[in-house]
């Protein structure tokens, strides 16, 4: 049986999922409820100075009938009073000593800092985490994203939370940014434990186009909010990777953005981090997605043979290059598997109006299986990815003779390249 423990910068849990700061993070009483079901750890709610929350908050991007592939908020930091926090933390970490308990904070002055770090720490935190990444309404007041976003800033405040702090501390990266590496290096200058990342993205979730108002609506007004969930995978994975592989990073990450399963958790540890957080999908879905997220990261690491997580982070970071350090030469093609193409010519289409136009339909009387020109089939993936059936096309490596040569071989040493296919 592997060891799921995580240790992320000195903050330990019994597995590395902790809820994210946010509603499912707002309460003990919830916590407590969470941490029954198996959370390992759990970053509570941004505390500050308590601000007023309005009505509505929240939007989703449904997408052909998918409901919230990408949700979306305009929600602040906690609305409770602050001495009902703290009594709560205590009690949660009375109940549950074995799980993390994580304070989030966001306040403006180092006085502010100095105060609600000790407060958080006398009232138990085994961690803390700066929020330098909400990108609407606390931004405007000159805190979240708006420290994120100027590296200076980022290490200053830092530098105070490390002064006063005697637990780890994690600085919460936004996605609000080119490119977040100065960022991460801005936080680990500045004496960070770990960072985080990401929050949520700077967004228009959509209009209501019969008010003609932008949801979600505040009467006749709205704002833009932050994005997140399953949408923003991607975005994130690119951020943790992009941290992880930098040769001068080399503090801890916590992983944040679209883990709606224990894929995706895994892709996540893969990529660099430590623990991973979660709040769009346990809001969907409730606490007891923990359950199988816990089940089948047991089994993918028991299948790969990791019997702790400290062996499988990173290591898909070796495999995130440059562009021009990909081989040129190697190929891959197109086969369909007859037995079970169902002839919906989903992939003639896609080949043909989207892509290299190298499948087509069967001649006629000939069963409905698309036909290869492998001559001209670029090996793109457009029909796998187009494709319903599960494991009806797959791209198949080819061997062309040719010797790996990369983009920056070629323009060094002239190593020849194949033939290009798909230029006709
Ligand atoms: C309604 C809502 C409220 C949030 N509040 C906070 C917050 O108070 N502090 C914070 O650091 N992040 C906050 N977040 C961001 C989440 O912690 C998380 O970074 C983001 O949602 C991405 O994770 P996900 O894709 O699992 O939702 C909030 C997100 C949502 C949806």
């Not at 609407?136 to 976003?149: D, F, I, K, L, P």
């Not at 346990?282 to 790969?304: A, P, S, T």
Request: aromatic letters at 6%; one cysteine or more; hydrophobic letters at 40%.
């Amino acid at each position: 049986m592997p060891n799921l423990q995580s240790n992320t910068a000195g903050i330990i849990s019994p597995n590395p999922f902790w809820l994210a700061s946010a509603p499912p993070a707002n309460s003990g009483d919830q916590i407590k409820r969470a941490f029954d079901h198996g959370w390992g750890g759990a970053v509570w709610k941004t505390l500050g100075q308590p601000i007023q929350n309005v009505s509505s908050r929240f939007g989703g991007l449904h997408y052909k009938g998918t409901k919230a592939i990408g949700f979306n908020n305009i929600e602040l930091i906690t609305d409770r009073p602050l001495e009902v926090n703290f009594r709560e933390i205590t009690e949660v970490k009375k109940s549950h000593p074995e799980h993390a308990i994580i304070v989030s904070l966001m306040v403006e002055t180092k006085e502010e800092w100095k105060d609600i770090i000790k407060r958080s720490i006398d009232a138990g935190a085994d961690g803390l985490e700066l929020n330098f990444g909400c990108p609407h309404g606390m931004c405007e007041r000159g805190m979240g994203s708006a420290v994120g976003q100027e590296p200076a800033v980022n290490e200053e405040i830092t530098s105070w939370a490390m002064e006063y702090s005697t637990v780890p501390v994690l600085v919460k990266l936004t996605p609000n940014v080119g490119d977040i590496v100065p960022h991460g290096r801005a936080a680990q200058a500045g004496g960070a434990s770990g960072v985080s990342l990401i929050n949520t993205i700077k967004s228009i979730i959509g209009v209501d186009i019969d008010r003609m108002v932008l949801n979600p609506r505040v009467g006749e007004l709205s704002s833009n909010g932050g994005y997140c969930g399953a949408a923003v995978k991607p975005i994130a994975l690119h951020m943790c990777a992009a941290l992880a592989r930098d040769p001068q990073f080399n503090i801890p990450i916590s992983g944040i953005g679209g883990v709606a399963s224990w894929r995706d958790a895994v892709e996540f540890i893969l990529l660099g981090a430590s623990s991973v957080q979660v709040c769009t999908e346990v809001m969907l879905r409730g606490y007891r997605v923990v359950e199988d997220m816990i089940e089948g990261l047991e089994n993918y690491m028991d299948e790969h043979g990791f019997e702790n997580l400290e062996q499988m982070t990173g290591k898909a970071i070796p495999s995130f290059s440059e562009w021009g350090n990909l081989n040129l030469n190697y190929e891959t093609i197109a086969r369909i598997d007859a037995d079970k193409c169902i002839g919906c010519y989903d992939c003639v289409v896609a080949c043909q109006d989207g892509a290299h136009q190298c499948l087509f339909p069967a001649e006629e009387g000939k069963k409905r299986v698309p036909v290869i020109d492998e001559s001209e089939c670029v090996g793109c993936n457009l029909c796998e990815i187009v494709c319903p059936v599960p494991g009806c096309i797959t791209m198949e490596e080819v061997d062309n003779g040719f010797a790996p040569a990369t983009w920056n071989d070629h323009v060094n040493d002239g190593k020849p390249l194949r033939p290009k296919k798909g230029a006709h």
